[in-house]
């Protein structure tokens, strides 16, 4: 499983995106991106940027024997699992000194672990350290845009994201010093077996395959928990038959979720209320459907908003 993980090894952030020193204007400004500095355990030019997913492709680098600040930009091969999300991860990294950027070239490829290039300070940086902006998805436009307050903010075709929402901590490659407050999620055995997700769309579509060509069968409603088998091109399979959108599920466990079952009947009315009107669109629901239970009134169980199923076939 293609996982991204914290690249490097000795985590020590000196400086987040909320704080005001020099991050802030990436936070106030549209578009945003976030930030953080880690100096990789303590001051010099000692750690190294690894490769925090199964490969990654240098896809620009920017300031070499200029006086701007040097910045490279990885993007993964292929998609990457997050805890917030499954897609491509764009990297742009700043301070890299020039005779370690001299070292690559665009289109050059790394796998997990493999040490892409040592801290810096260039761009009169107060001390050696690695500037870390995330973005999901691919690499976008030239990289980077102007923000309303002036500030180069990392272009991705899905957004920038906050560290904490992208990077998983495997604490056999990196140790934790100073988090500075960011709450990262441990990938450890019990997390990587446990395949729980929740939705994070509204009535989010329940359909036959991997596609949009296939018919859906139900819906969930955002906040349903369920397991997720695979993902296939981007497309989380939760039973044999049933698929969702890979976009809208998350590790994040939210603050209330609904459980959900099966239903054991071949095919079960969906009703407007408890003994309400039979509806017709994405009902009946076929033996083995995968319902959310959000609520359950005098025999009836509430699957999403104004649809409705009969308690008994269900378990
Ligand atoms: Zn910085």
């Known amino acids: 499983m293609n996982y991204l993980i914290y690249p490097i090894k000795i985590m020590n952030i000196t400086q987040t995106y909320e704080n005001d020193f020099s991050h802030s204007r990436h936070t106030v400004g549209t578009p945003k991106d976030y930030p953080i500095d880690d100096n990789c355990g303590k001051s010099g030019a000692n750690g190294y940027f690894y490769c925090p997913c199964d490969e990654v492709e240098v896809k620009k680098i920017y300031g070499v024997g200029t006086s701007s600040t040097n910045c490279l930009w990885l993007e993964s091969t292929s998609k990457v699992i997050t805890p917030t999300f499954n897609d491509y991860v764009t990297i742009m990294i700043g301070h890299i000194e020039d005779s370690e950027l001299k070292k690559l070239k ?58 904490e929402d992208a990077f998983f901590i495997d604490n056999t490659f990196t140790t ?36 949009t060509n296939y018919n859906a069968i139900n819906t969930l409603p955002k906040n349903s928990r369920i397991k997720v088998l695979d993902f296939i091109n981007n497309w989380a399979k939760i039973t044999d038959k049933e698929y969702i959108a890979g976009n809208y599920v998350t590790k994040k466990v939210p603050d209330k979720y609904y459980e959900t079952k099966h239903t054991t009947a071949d095919f079960l009315n969906v009703r407007s209320k408890p003994a309400g009107t039979i509806l017709k669109v994405r009902a009946p629901l076929p033996r083995g459907t995968t319902v959310a239970i959000m609520e359950e009134s005098n025999g009836w169980i509430k699957i999403d908003k104004d649809r409705w199923i009969y308690a008994k076939y269900v378990n």
């Open 106 to 163: 665009v289109g050059q490829r790394f796998s997990r672990k493999e040490a892409i290039a040592l801290e810096g300070r260039d761009g009169f940086a107060t001390g050696e350290h690695f500037h870390i902006v995330v973005g999901k998805g691919k690499f976008a436009g030239s990289g980077w845009v102007k923000n309303t307050n002036g500030i180069w903010v990392i272009n991705t075709t899905g957004g920038a994201v906050k560290p």
């Open 176 to 211: 934790i010093k100073n988090s500075a407050g960011l709450n990262f999620l441990d990938l450890y055995m019990p997390i990587l077996e446990d395949k729980y997700y929740y939705t994070t769309a509204e009535s989010l579509n329940v359909r036959l395959g991997p596609g």
